[in-house]
């Protein structure tokens, strides 16, 4: 009998407990709920957390070697390697898909610079650079043109030097 008044005593204690915590409010946090965010989002915001979503969802022909973020600008090295077929019709692709995906998909990249090297006798030399300002677009996106045209597009819109081995090759 002592047992059985026990156990109903700590199950109607806990009920009351229970019933009591319901009622309270939930508790309001000034600080945002990271946590709460979704995990496969697209990326409408570039920040240094998702630079690598970012930079991983690029359709890129040649190996990306070095990704900066400071400032709203961007920088991305392209890296060829020595033995590697060029092709001058991929490097454009590249240069292409990285500005479109810059100024197309997220709002807050203010500048984009970005380097093809290749590798030449051991070294890394120039082999066509690009500077691109947010002001300088006066294209709507979507926007994909041949290639042709993307070269064309590209130079007219932005700041493109060809290096020594560009010149030579093409």
């Known amino acids: 009998m002592q047992i059985s008044r026990n156990i109903f ?3 109607f204690i806990s009920m009351m407990l229970a019933l009591l915590l319901s009622f309270l409010p939930e508790i309001n946090r000034t600080e945002p ?10 990326v409408n915001t570039l920040t240094k957390q998702n630079l690598v979503d970012f930079i991983a969802d690029q359709d890129i022909h040649y ?8 400032n709203q600008n961007l920088l991305v090295d392209l890296g060829i390697p020595e033995m590697t077929p060029l092709d001058n019709h991929k490097v454009i692709e ?15 990249v203010r ?10 006798n051991n070294k890394k030399n120039l082999l066509i650079a690009l500077s691109a300002h947010r ?7 979507p926007f994909r043109p041949s290639v042709a045209d ?12 060809y290096g020594a081995l560009w010149q030579q090759k093409f």
Do not use: C, G
Not at 35 to 41: G, K, L, S, T
Not at 151 to 160: A, G, P, R, T
């Open 9 to 11: 005593f700590a199950v």
């Open 111 to 120: 500048e984009v610079h970005i380097r093809v090297l290749i590798e030449h």
């Open 63 to 70: 190996p990306i070697e070095r990704v900066n973020w400071e």
């Open 150 to 161: 993307m070269k064309d597009f590209l130079e007219k819109q932005f700041h493109v030097y």
């Open 94 to 108: 590249d240069l292409y898909s990285v500005i479109e995906l810059a100024y197309a998909r997220v709002h807050n």
């Open 135 to 141: 002001n300088q677009v006066k294209q709507d996106w």
């Open 33 to 42: 709920r990271i946590y709460n965010q979704p995990a496969f989002q697209t």
